[in-house]
């Protein structure tokens, strides 16, 4: 599976296409709050190191990125405990309920908390679908005066709606089915950073089984909290079994892939992006910045080093990852039905009392067939 994000200080957008009919493409629009520093990619001292990734065939092709807007605040209070349930969803076709089951099989597994239906945010993701359909463009900006029009960017048409989004994504695919799409997100940088956050409370999704010249059955699936809610604007926690800190693939993982898929843009420019490894990374609460002193990925029977680039928001070369996240990305694919191991060291600085505090973590995985 081919995949393409972009993320932005506060909106961000991704695409990912074949530029074939009946191919997969993936695409990501999030709303992020991020300070940025330098933009320099590049292996980080003292670290290697790599991970397993999906692939799909075909070449991709990118969506247009929408402009980059500053996310309001939250209040300065903690966030509530994982939500360990959610209710049933009402009114969704089988598709939309994979995504739904997908997604939150992902997050549960990974120690975090679940996504709730938002019948508001399901109108809107709806919408998208059906404007895609209608103007045959796959994309997450719509133009006004297009036929389906309800707003340009994803918080737009939440908004428009009656659902004022604090943060989160826009994810879309085209051309797969439902539950794949998720896998194909969760495998690349930009998107999981989206799909692994910790704070989101809610999520719509809308799907469209028809077919046009460039986008066919296509996933939207919005992800987000209320800005107006004083209570669940604040987010959620992870699960206290992980101890604040979400690794993926996950420890003891089987069957990962040995390639990442596409992303656009490339998160490791220079290098062909289908030749990536799927990335292993590391999620902290947003109000956390994790630095890395050693991120590594070894062949765990014989303790060689995987080449691989250490990517943060400190040295993202697209500016699109939150402060929150940190990721290793192989620069080429991993051997297939190999066992490999992640070792971390560093620091996590909360942004509210600027003291750090080191973080080791090290956990395996092992790649599939293929």
Known sequence: MRNETVCGDANGGVGVGTGRAGAPRLALATLFWMARAGAVCGVLAGCGGGGGGGDAAGAPSASPAPVAAPAPAAAASGPQAAVLTVATPIGYDADRLAAFERLNAIRLSAGLGLLAQNAVLDQAAQAHADWEIANDTYAHAEAAGTSGF??????????????????????????????????????????????????????????????????????????????????????????????????????????????????????????????????????????????????????????????????????????LLPPSFIALVPVGPLQADTTYAVSFTGSVVDGALGTPRSLSKAWTFSTGSQ
């Open 150 to 319: 309800t707003g340009v960017n994803w918080w737009n048409r939440d908004e428009a709606l009656g659902y004022a989004p604090l943060g989160g994504a826009e994810v879309l695919s085209s051309g797969v089915g439902a539950a794949a799409a998720v896998d194909g997100l969760v495998n690349v940088v930009y998107h999981r950073a989206a799909l692994l956050a910790f704070e989101p409370l809610d999520v719509g999704i809308g799907w469209s089984g028809a077919v046009a010249g460039k986008v066919s059955q296509p996933l939207v699936m919005d992800l987000t909290r209320p800005a107006d809610d004083p209570v669940r604007s604040l987010g959620q926690a992870a699960q206290a079994a992980i101890a604040g800190v979400a690794v993926w693939p996950l420890d003891g993982a089987v069957g990962v892939a040995t390639r990442m898929g596409a992303e656009n843009p490339d998160p490791v420019p220079g290098v062909d992006v289908g030749t990536l490894g799927t990335p292993a990374s590391i999620t902290v609460s947003s109000a956390l910045t994790i630095a890395a002193t050693s991120f590594r990925l070894t062949h765990a029977g014989t303790g060689v080093d995987v080449p691989a680039i250490v990517l943060s928001n400190s040295n993202d070369p697209n500016f």
